[in-house]
């Protein structure tokens, strides 16, 4: 099995940048698509991007796309999330997950994802 630490979380005030990054450990990522959850105060988790396990197929929720950018180096076992221009309504707690790679469908399900880490929590100031 897989296990996900994320890191990179904190205080940003409206328009700042973060780069959130999930080490993963056990197995090679390779092996795995990722994925950046997020759940806002009171909310449920949502879905924020999804890379394949070769980093060919990416996809975004409306809602990020533009200023988001996920990436991963599969070298390193380490997926990132680059987010900019951020907005009060992105504070959450963002979590990474991962689910055996199994092609190029996009999966943007909560329950399509079987390993999560323990998340950071991002927090937007106005």
């Known amino acids: 099995q897989v296990q996900l630490v994320e890191s990179g979380g904190g205080l940003v005030q409206t328009g700042g940048s973060l780069r959130l990054s999930c080490a993963a450990s056990?197995?090679?990522?390779?092996?795995?698509?990722m994925a950046w959850f997020r759940q806002p105060p009171g909310k449920e988790r949502e879905f924020v991007a999804t890379i394949g396990g070769s980093g060919i197929v990416i996809y975004y929720a409306d809602s990020v796309k533009g200023r988001f950018t996920i990436s991963r180096d599969n070298a390193k076992n380490t997926v990132y999330l680059q987010m900019n221009s951020l907005k009060p309504e992105d504070t959450a707690v963002y979590y990474c997950?991962?689910?055996?790679?199994?092609?190029?469908?996009?999966?943007?399900?909560?329950?399509?994802?079987?390993?999560w880490g323990q998340g950071t929590q991002v927090t937007v100031s106005s």
């Open positions: 997950a991962a689910r055996v790679y199994s092609g190029f469908r996009v999966y943007t399900g909560t329950s399509d994802y079987g390993f």
């Open positions: 056990g197995r090679p990522l390779s092996s795995y698509s």
